[in-house]
């Protein structure tokens, strides 16, 4: 079992890497399955920040360990982050519900992480932590309006609330 406390500096940057790839994939996915444009947009807009936060890592890792190449495991730790999972039988409730978690798991592991670095690097993953949170709470806010529109994946946002 992986422990941010324990495990190798290099390996975690690695396995988080690893997770923001897959994150962008799923946010990506989800954002072709739904019809909402606003909601798509907002899936966009997540598959681009996850994708920002791979470039980050990937950049502290060079920072951290120079003239070493970076180790992206195949598959990504579920001690560390809680995957995504988008079938086309998947509910949007139960995709939002996945997300949340996810962007919460990933919260408290640039948290947990920062506590093993130094102070410019500390602030860096404490940004990304900040940063996972604020996913967080956007995707709550699209858990909410799935609760109170039935349509709302399926429909334009003006066509459900008038």
Do not use: C
């Not at 990506?28 to 899936?43: A, G, I, Q, R, Y």
């Not at 602030?123 to 996913?135: A, C, G, P, Q, T």
């Amino acid at each position: 079992m992986l422990d941010v406390s324990t495990a190798s500096l290099k390996d975690l940057l690695g396995y988080a890497i690893r997770a923001e790839m897959d994150s962008n994939k799923a946010y990506t996915d989800l954002s072709d399955m739904v019809s909402n444009p606003l909601l798509k947009e907002k899936f966009r807009w997540l598959a681009f920040e996850e994708n920002k936060h791979k470039e980050i890592l990937m950049k502290l890792h060079t920072a951290l360990f120079p003239n070493q190449t970076i180790q992206i495991p195949d598959e990504p730790s579920q001690d560390l982050f809680k995957p995504v999972v988008v079938a086309p039988s998947s509910s949007l409730i139960d995709i939002l519900l996945q997300a949340m978690d996810a962007e919460k798991f990933a919260e408290d592991f640039y948290a947990n992480l920062a506590d093993r670095v130094d102070n410019g690097n500390k602030r860096l993953l404490r940004y990304l932590s900040k940063v996972e949170h604020s996913h967080y709470l956007m995707l709550k806010t699209e858990y909410d309006a799935v609760q109170d529109f039935e349509d709302y994946a399926e429909q334009d946002v003006d066509k459900i609330v008038t």
